[in-house]
């Protein structure tokens, strides 16, 4: 099985609240994950969530994570990412190129102990899975999207 965009079950939104797994944006313990949708390869037990954004000044910064789909094991990989605008006709040569309905272009910013993780342990690793759960999230994780996205991803940082 390969990434798609789904809803959490009950069940699934439980064991979050169970876990009490901390939102990485706060790294408070009041300030816990409770995502509603994901981006989720079951197979491989991780998924994509969009914890949201962190600084109001900086709104385009977008805080994301890679969790293992088994929640209590707390292991989850946080990042920031920009979503990047295109102009109107790079996207079209991308979007023949790739033969997709839509490119989305992102900056990968910082990776937050990516030397420690369980989930995956190489920037190159890293930025391969990223790609991979990127263009099944597509503009907005959206479930049941019918068009094609092809995510092009920029690294700017290193861990």
Same mark, same amino acid.
């Given at each position: 099985m390969a990434f798609v965009n789904a809803y959490l079950t009950e069940e699934e939104k439980e064991k979050f609240n169970e876990a009490k797994i901390p939102d990485p944006r706060w790294n408070l313990p009041k300030y816990c994950l409770e995502p509603w949708k994901w981006t989720v390869d079951k197979d491989?037990?991780?998924a994509l969530i969009n914890c949201?954004?962190?600084d109001r000044e900086n709104y385009k910064i977008e805080t994301f994570a890679f969790i293992n789909?088994?929640?209590?094991?707390h292991q989850t990989l946080s990042f920031e990412i920009i979503n990047k605008s295109i102009k109107k006709e790079e996207e079209? =040569?991308?979007?023949k190129k790739y033969d997709?309905?839509?490119? =989305?272009?992102? =900056?990968?910013?910082?990776?937050?102990n990516l030397k420690i993780?369980?989930?995956v342990?190489?920037?190159e690793g890293f930025v391969e899975l990223l790609s991979e759960a990127l263009n099944v999230y597509g503009i907005n994780g959206k479930i049941n999207s019918s068009y094609n996205v092809k995510a092009l991803l920029e690294v700017k940082c290193g861990d």
């Amino acid at each position: 099985m390969a990434f798609v965009n789904a809803y959490l079950t009950e069940e699934e939104k439980e064991k979050f609240n169970e876990a009490k797994i901390p939102d990485p944006r706060w790294n408070l313990p009041k300030y816990c994950l409770e995502p509603w949708k994901w981006t989720v390869d079951k197979d491989r037990g991780i998924a994509l969530i969009n914890c949201g954004v962190a600084d109001r000044e900086n709104y385009k910064i977008e805080t994301f994570a890679f969790i293992n789909t088994q929640i209590e094991k707390h292991q989850t990989l946080s990042f920031e990412i920009i979503n990047k605008s295109i102009k109107k006709e790079e996207e079209e =040569e991308l979007k023949k190129k790739y033969d997709v309905d839509c490119v =989305e272009k992102w =900056e990968l910013i910082d990776i937050h102990n990516l030397k420690i993780s369980a989930i995956v342990s190489s920037i190159e690793g890293f930025v391969e899975l990223l790609s991979e759960a990127l263009n099944v999230y597509g503009i907005n994780g959206k479930i049941n999207s019918s068009y094609n996205v092809k995510a092009l991803l920029e690294v700017k940082c290193g861990d």
